[in-house]
């Protein structure tokens, strides 16, 4: 119930490529679902997030997409560039539950030149 | 400048020693998380504080201790106990329960000689 289970592990795309990570939780009380980026050696860095409210959040380059029967969201990168090279995490919690985070496993991503 | 420190950035455990982590914020944030990071399982959380004087065991929590005597510190103690903790320590810190964005530390590397 308290799992977040995140594909693929990791992605390779050519520079100005799509790249689209996905994420699935089984617990139907989760109300915010980040998307956090990681450089390497570094610690991650909330990258952009989403409520179940809407389906769709965008900013600048990144897009979650959130489907609540499905209980699935995913994140794209549109036009993907080298400098986007590096671990991406899912997550999810809910309101009032201590605050805690549950992270997916991470998708290390790397964009060809 | 507002965030969270973490020290040392590496760490060095000989077989049988406990070491501490160090975790400072001046966010003014009241909850508190460790969490650990090995590769391919994303972040799991060992211990979290939501106030002062209170912590909780979070999944993987056996081999580690936690005290939080100010709003500020959280640091972390990986004892004798803790059989494989070879790992990257990432703190984190967030507005209680609310869904807020969670702010980590550049983390610490402990390896074990």
């Known amino acids: 119930q308290q799992q977040v289970k995140q594909s693929p592990q990791s992605l390779i795309v050519q520079k100005g490529g799509i790249s689209i990570i996905n994420c699935a939780y089984e617990?139907?009380?989760?109300?915010?679902f980040p998307w956090y980026q990681q450089f390497p050696g570094k610690g991650p860095a909330l990258l952009i997030a989403?409520?179940?409210?809407?389906s769709e959040k965008k900013e600048g380059r990144f897009t979650i997409s959130f489907n609540k029967s499905a209980k699935q969201f995913s994140l794209h990168i549109m036009d993907s560039q080298p400098g986007d090279s590096a671990t991406y995490f899912c997550?999810?919690?809910?309101?009032?539950?201590?605050?805690?985070?549950?992270f997916g496993q991470g998708t290390t991503l790397q964009v060809k030149p | 400048d507002g965030g969270i420190t973490q020290s040392p950035k590496y760490l060095f455990r000989k077989e049988g020693q406990n070491v501490t982590l160090s975790c400072e914020q001046n966010?003014?944030?009241?909850?508190m998380y460790w969490y650990r990071q090995d590769p391919g399982q994303g972040l799991r959380l060992i211990y979290y504080?939501?106030?002062?004087?209170?912590?909780q065991k979070g999944d993987i929590a056996e081999g580690y201790s936690v005290s939080r005597e100010k709003k500020e510190s959280f640091p972390l103690t990986v004892t004798s106990a803790q059989k494989n903790p070879t790992a990257f320590y990432l703190c984190?810190?967030?507005?209680?329960?609310?869904?807020?964005?969670?702010?980590f530390g550049q983390g610490t590397r402990l390896t074990v000689v």
């Open positions: 997550a999810a919690s809910r309101t009032g539950n201590t605050g805690k985070l549950i």
């Open positions: 617990n139907t009380a989760f109300d915010y």
């Open positions: 966010l003014n944030h009241d909850a």
């Open positions: 989403i409520r179940p409210d809407v």
């Open positions: 984190a810190s967030r507005w209680g329960t609310l869904n807020t964005e969670a702010f």
């Open positions: 504080s939501q106030i002062v004087n209170d912590f």
